[in-house]
């Protein structure tokens, strides 16, 4: 069948014939064909004859009304399916919706913003925390105390304690790891490798500077610090001194829990600033002062500090008072120099301490020295190196680093193993109460302690059987170490070139 | 004043008046479901056709743009599903001589069996004439039938059935005529045998 010719092909007006028989001419058109069709013969016998075609399938094939069921359920069911389309949104939006309502558009977009978060991390760092560098020292920390009247300390016990509690729990899980020590009227704070110093010029109501080895650190006090501290107006003007934060010292209780030598009884965590006044058990270079600040503030540390000065007081202290105990340092037997005592002007009277329960987080970080270091005391301990092991150890501990329990266990194990029990026994004592180490950790090692002892013991028999003459004198000069390390555990610290009379446990 | 157009309502629904698209249904249920009626020549099958037509409608209703009009896009959807309908159809259909040969069952291939009686009413020529149209009409090439019947039935101008359809006017038209002439022959040879046996 050939569809590409008409009959009419030769006739223009004659292809016209169906549009007219259709009516879909235009008027002039239709009066053209009309002018035509009265000329042209074909054109009236095909009109005439289409015409009645048409007329017969009118008749044959009349429009029929659909069913019953087209215009009930059916139409029903669509009027219903067409109720249940929702109708379109934004064109904006049409890629996301695609995205959410397309599970494998999902699972890409999912892979990508994870596998972008970590391309990212891994190029920052590897997956491990960046190095610190100076810019990133500016941490938020404990803002300045003022001291608090003492004649409303009794008075405030049940809201401190309450205070206490819930600032303890907030920096509970603050990891610094080194002690705050403070000597020479200085206040002196250890985290990570940062030596934290005040400095008056620096302070402010919401700041607090430190000077540490690698500049200077700028404290921020923790928002709602800020709110308390600007919802109480102060009575008097704000202190020079500030008062270190007490918690610094809980973080570091793990080291002096063993030690019940401590000196709780003046309990004063104050960064004295240099040139300003501060109070304290030691005091600052400048006169001390008394801050009669917002008791609000007070509350807290002294609530704390109630707390933590019966028997039990751990950490407290660190930030004020040289704990009379072996620091790793020490282990060298090089010798230092005591702190002094502090001045009688600065030290107030035994329940006066004011310390203020503000963290100051010392930001710590990996850095390659400290890290390269790490890793060789780690392979010198286990290479049975012990020596080295531990002279690493102590210069990671000068360097002010975080030293994990694991490294604190094989320093344990290197002492007892260079036939230093007695301190090896002292350090695990140290470590049982930190939470971190498991039992059957501590267990070992002290098994290993205590049969590296017994080994010893024989020798030493046998040593003092063979020179029974030189005993005497061995045991004197013992003996004088022993209460010279006792009366003076700094002095055994060796000297640092930045702070020569830091002691820490850790 | 509302525009009650075919596009207007399908707008309408589109932002989601559904009364519009009812009103669109009410209007063309009646020439779409003839449509399809007459070109898979089975009435449920219609119905579902039809019914199906109308969804097609909803599905693509975010899809519908101005420039289409309205009745074109309907009529393609209904001819694409006739044709696939047809398509199916075309393997288990029989003719049966019981089966009616109109769309009313009351005439048969037998009743129209010559019985060898010589009187034949009017009534009875006139049922001829329209069974043997009809047979004309499905006799009808596919390509030439559709056109015939989106002409005479769903009444669609040339170029729309050229849209509908998917070719040149030309080729729409020239296919209307052919389909046109082969109507007009078998009722010429019915006229004929009518005459001779008068």
């Not at chain 1, 500030?242 to 610094?248: C, E, I, L, M, Q």
């Not at chain 1, 209780?253 to 300003?276: E, R, S, W």
């Not at chain 1, 270079?285 to 917002?294: H, V």
Request: aromatic share 4%; hydrophobic share 35%.
């Amino acid at each position: 069948m050939s569809d590409t010719t008409t009959p009419h092909s030769t006739n223009d007006a004659c292809e016209q014939l169906l549009d007219y028989v259709y009516g879909e001419l235009d008027e002039a058109r239709k009066r053209t064909f009309e002018e035509h069709l009265a000329t042209c013969a074909r054109c009236q016998t095909e009109a005439a004859s289409f015409g009645r075609v048409r007329s017969a399938v009118k008749r044959v094939m009349p429009a029929v009304e659909p069913s019953g069921n087209v215009n009930g359920a059916l139409h029903a069911q669509l009027m219903h399916a067409a109720a249940q389309r929702k109708p379109r949104r934004g064109a904006l939006l049409s890629f996301p919706r695609k995205i959410v309502q397309h599970p494998a558009w999902a699972m890409a977009a999912m892979f990508t913003i994870v596998g972008g978060a970590i391309a990212i991390n891994w190029s920052r760092g590897k997956m491990a925390m960046p190095a610190m560098s100076e810019s990133d020292q500016k941490v938020a920390a404990a803002p300045p105390m003022p001291e608090p009247i003492a004649a409303e300390r009794q008075s405030d016990k049940p809201m401190a304690a309450a205070e206490a509690s819930v600032e303890k729990n907030k920096y509970k899980e603050l990891q610094t790891p080194k002690t705050g020590l403070l000597e020479d009227g200085k206040s002196r704070l250890k985290g990570g490798d940062l030596a934290a110093k005040a400095k008056d010029e620096e302070v402010s109501a919401d700041k607090l500077a430190l000077d540490t080895p690698t500049g200077t650190l700028t404290v921020q006090r923790p928002a709602p610090h800020r709110a308390v501290a600007t919802a109480t107006p102060a009575k008097e003007a704000p202190p020079k001194s500030r008062k270190v934060s007490s918690n610094v010292g809980a973080k570091f209780d793990d080291a002096f829990l063993a030690d019940g030598t401590t000196d709780h009884g003046n309990v004063n965590g104050v960064i004295g600033g240099a040139g300003g006044a501060s109070s304290g058990a030691l005091g600052g270079e400048g006169a001390a002062s008394k801050s009669s600040a917002p008791d609000s503030l007070s509350r807290a540390g002294k609530a704390e500090l109630q707390e933590q000065a019966p028997g039990r007081d751990r950490g407290y202290a660190a930030a004020t008072q040289p704990p009379k105990k072996q620091t790793w340092g020490a282990q060298n037997g090089a010798p230092a120099q005591a702190p002094p005592p502090p001045p009688a002007a600065t030290v107030p009277a035994s329940p006066s301490p004011v310390v203020s329960s503000r963290s100051v987080q010392a930001p710590t970080g990996p850095n390659k020295e400290t890290e390269t270091l790490r890793k060789k005391a780690e392979e010198a301990a286990r290479s049975g190196r012990c020596d080295e092991a531990i002279k690493m150890y102590q210069e990671l501990d000068k360097l002010s680093q975080f030293i994990t329990p694991t490294e604190r266990l094989n320093y344990v194990r290197c002492l007892s193993q260079r036939g230093r029990q007695e301190e090896a026994l002292k350090r695990l004592d140290e470590l049982k109460n930190d939470k971190r180490m498991t039992n059957s950790e501590l267990q070992k090692v002290e098994t290993e302690i205590s049969d590296a002892r017994r080994r010893q013991e024989p020798r030493a028999e046998k040593k003092a059987a063979k020179k029974p003459a030189a005993a005497p004198a061995a045991r004197a000069v013992e003996q004088q170490q022993q209460r010279a390390t006792d009366a003076a555990p700094a002095e055994s610290a060796p000297a640092r070139p930045t702070d020569t009379k830091t002691q820490k446990a850790y | 004043m509302r525009d009650d157009s075919d596009e207007s309502l399908m707008f309408r629904y589109r932002d989601g008046d559904v009364r519009a698209f009812e009103l669109l249904v009410t209007r063309h249920r009646k020439p779409v479901f003839n449509f399809i009626l007459r070109f898979v020549r089975d009435t449920a099958q219609a119905e579902d056709v039809t019914q199906e037509t109308f969804l097609r409608l909803i599905k693509g209703a975010d899809a519908y743009e101005r420039q289409a009009k309205f009745t074109t896009w309907l009529y393609t959807i209904a001819r694409n599903l006739c044709v696939d309908a047809a398509r199916r159809g075309k393997h288990r259909k029989a003719a049966s001589l019981d089966a009616p040969v109109d769309e009313e069952g009351s005439v048969s291939l037998l009743d129209l069996v010559p019985d060898g009686g010589a009187a034949v009413d009017r009534q009875v020529q006139s049922r001829e004439l329209a069974v043997r149209l009809r047979q004309a009409i499905e006799a009808l090439p596919d390509e030439q039938r559709e056109i015939f019947l989106l002409r005479e039935v769903a009444d669609l101008q040339f170029n729309e059935i050229a849209a509908v359809v998917g070719c040149p006017e030309n080729t729409v038209k020239s296919r209307m005529r052919y389909a046109l002439e082969k109507l007009r022959e078998a009722l010429e040879e019915y006229r004929d045998l009518a005459r001779a046996v008068q």
